[in-house]
């Protein structure tokens, strides 16, 4: 589903990704982890559009997408659901998700989708009228989900959905990211938390300073030592 080929991106003179390879099979789990400034959330913003590689290429069902703005790609079925939930504060739940489906004109699948929303968060259905700046982060993050969601995306990207929240919360949402795996959507998940991402995950990289150094089935690079040592606490 989606190819990333040697790219390289810089912010200024500064290189923050060298020679990056990976892929993404349709209804796999892939996480991408490392500690902050790894280049994690560069590899994202590079696919979505929001950054220009300097080289390389990337692919998304074979076709190329490099030059495409993030709305385009949105319209392809690439969704990301940014660090820090970044949900329209001063608009209302119901709101923020509509705009979630922005580029779709299905007002039945549209009204469906919202309904599987709810399923998925029950919490966002009893505050669909309230503003979403006033809810809290763990409910915010829920919003943030349920919103790209709303555009039927056939890859979700994730980043960092566990940050800010209380270990009760980061299992919540976790166990809501295996359940739309399961229910068909493939996800790219960059994570801090390489204990939980880990463990959700098929497959998964492993980045230092802007490479991969290694990458393998989730459940292996948990018990791989270096790994251990550095992301798992010994």
Do not use: C, W
Request: glycine share 10%.
């Amino acid at each position: 589903m989606l190819k990333v080929q040697d790219i390289n991106l810089f912010y200024g003179a500064i290189q923050a990704l060298r020679n990056i390879n990976f892929h993404v099979q349709p209804g796999e789990i892939v996480s991408l982890i490392g500690a902050n400034g790894a280049g994690k959330s560069s590899i994202l913003n590079a696919i979505s559009g929001v950054h220009t590689i300097s080289s390389g290429e990337i692919l998304f069902e074979d076709q190329s997408i490099k030059k495409l703005p993030p709305f385009r790609l949105v319209g392809m079925g690439l969704s990301q659901v940014p660090e820090g939930r970044r949900v329209f504060a001063k608009m209302s739940v119901h709101e923020n998700l509509e705009m979630g489906a922005f580029t779709r004109s299905d007002t039945p699948g549209i009204d469906l989708d919202m309904e599987r929303i709810f399923a998925h968060f029950p919490r966002l259905k009893e505050r669909r009228k309230q503003l979403a700046g006033t809810l809290s982060g763990g409910e915010q993050q829920m919003l943030a989900m349920g919103r790209a969601m709303m555009s039927r995306p056939k890859l979700l990207m994730m980043d960092e959905p566990s940050m800010g929240l209380s270990p009760l919360l980061v299992q919540e949402i976790f166990d809501i990211i295996r359940e739309i795996n399961q229910e068909g959507t493939t996800i790219l998940l960059v994570e801090q938390n390489a204990q939980m991402a880990l463990s959700l995950a098929h497959r998964a990289y492993v980045l230092e300073t802007g490479r991969i150094i290694k990458s393998g089935a989730g459940q292996a690079l948990m018990q791989d030592e270096d790994v251990r040592k550095a992301y798992l606490g010994g």
